[in-house]
């Protein structure tokens, strides 16, 4: 069974661009969630699809939109980006609306 | 506002020996469930052990067991016989059922000591 995947591993920005970032959820898993972890800090969730559609967000701002694709793989977008943009963001993924999350190895995303 | 309350940032442990974790949270949901994640510097974040709300017993999983008091909503994580692969950050979490939103503490970095 695979487990969740994410690309990139890292990522290097500027101020001001734009990032799409990449997770393949675990196979069966239906349900993807994305979290930005800041340093030092523990995950935020940002938020989750389910079956394609937005099912929930957290407090981030419109700028941070996403995908989630027939295969349930998803992307997660983040337009305009800010210094304070730069964390580790995390996707994970789980069966319909069991509990229990995996969680990929996340994406290093840095803005300068 | 953070609902998760780790007071431990950072804790150390002699190899072979038990540790105890903190863990505080604030919800008016009665149904909800309790995990522990590991991080390791790998990044990945691993699950240790879950609690659900509505169960008295306290979960155990091997050498990790957790001491729930729902009343107090405190849920700590008791790690015995410690080993070198022990040392990561470990998070407490929360989600309450039919919602999406995980809550997460900052974390305790765990150092284990040989």
């Known amino acids: 069974e695979t487990g969740v995947t994410q690309s990139p591993t890292h990522l290097i920005k500027t101020r001001g661009q734009q990032v799409t970032l990449r997770c393949s959820s675990q196979s069966g898993h239906n349900t993807v969630s994305w979290y930005q972890q800041a340093l030092g800090q523990g995950p935020q969730f940002i938020f989750q699809y389910y079956r394609e559609e937005e099912n929930g967000r957290g407090n981030f701002p419109p700028r941070f939109s996403g995908l989630q694709f027939p295969n349930y793989s998803s992307e997660l977008n983040v337009n305009a980006l800010e210094l304070d943009d730069s964390a580790l963001y995390l996707c994970?993924?789980?069966?319909?609306?069991?509990?229990?999350?995996?969680f990929g190895p996340g994406t290093r995303l840095t803005v300068l | 506002a953070q609902t998760v309350t780790q007071s431990q940032p950072e804790m150390s442990v002699q190899e072979a020996e038990t540790v105890t974790l903190s863990c505080t949270y604030d919800?008016?949901?009665?149904?909800?469930?309790l995990f522990w994640y590991k991080q390791p510097p790998s990044r990945q974040m691993i699950l240790v052990i879950r609690q659900e709300a509505y169960k008295q017993q306290n979960a155990t999983e091997n050498r990790f067991s957790v001491n729930f008091q729902k009343a107090a909503k405190s849920f700590s994580l008791k790690i015995s016989d410690s080993q070198l692969g022990d040392a990561a950050m470990y998070f407490c979490?929360?989600?309450?059922?039919?919602?999406?939103?995980?809550?997460f503490g900052a974390g305790t970095r765990l150092t284990v000591k040989p």
């Open positions: 994970a993924s789980r069966r319909d609306h069991y509990n229990e999350q995996f």
């Open positions: 979490a929360y989600i309450v059922e039919n919602n999406n939103d995980m809550r």
């Open positions: 919800t008016s949901e009665s149904d909800y469930y």
